[in-house]
């Protein structure tokens, strides 16, 4: 088995796809949480030393303001903590 039963998953999208679809996909996958990547924003993405990202779960949407990535990690991490 890849992952232990305490494991929780995530996968990282694109922030164009809407709640709708990133919730199905959360569902066929059965994924814990989803983080959305905004490309819309200016300084976040690819190609930047920062990004601003939202963080879905079934039951919450969490956004994060643009920040450097190594922030962003942080959140994420003190995110998943936050639901184990």
């Not at 494991?7 to 569902?27: A, G, Q, T």
């Not at 959140?75 to 998943?80: C, E, H, K, P, T």
């Amino acid at each position: 088995m890849l992952f232990q039963e305490e494991s929780f998953l995530l996968i990282f999208l694109p922030v164009f796809l809407f709640v709708f679809f990133v919730l199905k996909k959360m569902k066929r996958k059965n994924l814990d949480a989803i983080i959305l990547n905004s490309l819309r924003d200016t300084g976040a993405g690819f190609g930047h030393d920062t990004n601003k990202i939202t963080l879905i779960t079934p039951s919450e949407e969490r956004e994060f303001e643009l920040k450097t990535k190594d922030l962003v990690a942080i959140d994420i991490l003190n995110f998943v903590e936050e639901c184990i």
